[in-house]
Structure formats: C-alpha cells, structure tokens
Antibody
Framework: QVQLVQSGPEVKKPGASVKVSCKAS????????ISWVRQAPGQGLEWMGW????????NYAQKFQDRVTMTTDTATSTAYMELRGLRSDDAAVYYC????????????????????WGQGTLVTVSS | SFELTQPPSVSVSPGQTANITCSGD??????TSWYQQRPFQSPMLVIF???KRPSGIPERFSGSNSGNTATLTIRGTQAMDEADYYC?????????FGGGTKLTVL
C-alpha cells in the first residue's frame, strides 16, 4: 500500500533552516510527483510547491520561491523540503502529498490531484 | 491567480444532505478536488476531477463543477462526516486551496 512517512517534529530558532523528509513506499517513486503543503495552527492549507519524483520538474509557489528548496533522492524514494530564514509565521504542520496526474506521470496538469498524504511534520519556530 | 471561496461553516442534521460550495472566477474551466480533514489528521482525498471518487470513499460523497462554482454533496450525512473540507484547483502552474468549510453534523 502507498505510504508517505515524514520525519519528526522540529524546533527551530528564527532565522534558522529546517529540512523535512518524506519517505515514499508502495509505488514507483519516479512515476509521480510530490507537493508540499503547510497548515498553520487553526488555519487552512497552503501549497508550497511541486517536485517530480526524478526532480526534473520543479515548481515553487511564488510566496516561497526565495526561501524553499525541494529535492528528491530516487535511491531511497525520499523527498525533501528545506525552508530557510524561518520566521514565527512559518510555524505550521508541513505535509507531503503524492500528485496523481491521470496518465501524465510525474508532471503536473490541471487534472493533478493529491491522493496520498504524509502524517505531517510539526515545525515550531521559537527563540 | 484567482481565489477559491468557501463558506466557513455548514451545518446539517444526520441523514440529510450537505452541500459545500467552492467559488472561483475560472473554476468551471479547470478541475476541482475535495479533501476531508478530521481533527488532528492529515487531509484525505474524497473527490477528484470534479466528480470522481477514489477507491474506498463512500457513494454518499459526490461532486459537481459548473460555471464558477464547484459543489461537494454528501447525502445521508453521518456523524463521522463531521470535518473540515477543502476544495483545490490548479491555476496554470499554481495550486489553490479554498479556505475550508467546517461541516457540523448536529
């Protein structure tokens, strides 16, 4: 069965960086993309970006373009999201989600949906 | 990019039909997905490509998309359906989420 297992909670100081991992299993990693979505306490879902399994197609939300880097390791079927210059308003649960693109493989289309989600990683930003 | 607007809350009695709407300027020209999020859980896909149900999602969940509004319909609502629901669409190369609707089953 498809599973996305994320790394554990993180506590960071303002200005620091955090790197969250998302290990996939139960499917061919390079045939799908991964998106990262965050959720601040009591708030809605916010999309951060997309990376194809083989990392040949990367697309960051404009809001995070200067501070985020998404990578994948095909040898371990793991996706990573690094966010730099952490601020208090970056405190959130960060989710990875598999992108299902209705036959378009690991590239996103207007049909792409997120069919499996990781358990979430809580990132706390505090001095 | 356009925005997706959802009502903050919807209430329904058990066994009745709940309709949750998602409005956006160009929504009818793209595809909408819906996610259910129960408290302290990850989101779960319940509808994709406007009307399709993933395997394992009960038939009481259905979706539609016309004009500028997509609608998630839950027929015969059960207590277990009480959750937050988010619509999602793509605007070219950007993923948009609605603000979420809290469904209360009274």
């Amino acid at each position: 069965q498809v599973q996305l297992v994320q790394s554990g909670p993180e506590v960071k100081k303002p200005g620091a960086s955090v790197k969250v991992s998302c290990k996939a299993s139960g499917y061919t990693f390079t045939r799908y993309g991964i998106s990262w979505v965050r959720q601040a306490p009591g708030q809605g879902l916010e999309w951060m970006g997309w990376i194809s399994g083989s990392s040949d197609n990367i697309n960051y939300a404009q809001k995070f373009q200067d501070r985020v880097t998404m990578t994948t390791d095909t040898a371990t079927s793991t996706a990573y999201m690094e966010l730099r210059g952490l601020r208090s308003d970056d405190a959130a649960v960060y989710y990875c989600a598999r992108g299902e693109s209705a036959g378009a493989g690991s590239y996103y289309t207007q049909k792409t949906t997120f069919d499996y989600w990781g358990q979430g990683t809580l990132v706390t930003v505090s001095s | 990019s356009f925005e997706l607007t959802q009502p903050p809350s919807v209430s329904v009695s058990p066994g009745q039909t709940a309709n949750i709407t998602c409005s956006g300027d160009k929504l009818g020209k793209t595809y909408t997905s819906w996610y259910q999020q129960r408290p302290f859980q990850s989101p779960m896909l319940v509808i994709f490509q406007d009307t399709k149900r993933p395997s394992g999602i009960p038939e009481r969940f259905s979706g539609s998309n016309s004009g500028n509004t997509a609608t998630l319909t839950i027929r015969g609502t059960q207590a277990m359906d009480e959750a937050d629901y988010y619509c999602q669409a793509w605007d070219v190369s950007t993923v948009l989420f609605g603000g979420g609707t809290k469904l209360t089953v009274l």
